[in-house]
């Protein structure tokens, strides 16, 4: 015979308990969302931030026309200098790059090609007291000229492979002047340069330069 299930009824202590339970319960849930609470508030609203890129030091944007031959010159980062050809032809160009607002002497440029010479011959590009192309130079220091030369390789044997490491190169260098007031300068120059270059650690140096002056 299967015995029939009971069911009792809560008493009322039991009720009591059960409600102090819940009650309890709750109030913890309460008291943490309190706290949870006060905690933002205390920390204040936060931001989603993104890195920041210190820049040391400064820089100062130049215009062009502020810049040594309005940023026409060429540079010794233009050459090649596992190239023998590239550097010679860098450094012939370099030599004949005057800007009459800065240069005071054709040694100027010699000056500025120093990074492609070797320490030997860089410790001989001095400037002298008198610029040597001061007559020269009076109508386009007027009117704040610079240089534009242009080369070819020098007619005759002049250049030539003296040995694996060691080379001559020769060019007929000619140049005009542009002035920065826009007046039309007629005034220009021509020499013959003859750069001897030595390779070291596969790069080659200008060991030595000579000029020829040509006229026009």
Known sequence: MTPTPTHHRPTHQHLHRRSTAVLCLVMSLTLS???????DEQAGPTFETTPTTVYEGSYTPMAESDLIGNGTFATPYDADRADVESTAEVAALMLHSWDTTIDTTQTAAAIRAIPLMSNEWAINQVEPERNGAQG???EPAEHQAYSAPSIVPAPGDVSEDVA????????DVSWRWISRDGTDLPTTGRQIVTIYLEKHDGQWDVVGHQFQDMGL
Do not use: F, G
């Not at 969302?33 to 905690?39: I, K, L």
């Not at 694996?164 to 020769?170: G, P, S």
């Open 136 to 138: 020269e130079w009076l």
């Open 33 to 39: 969302a309190v706290a949870c609470s006060s905690v």
């Open 164 to 171: 694996d490491d060691k080379a001559i190169r020769a060019y």
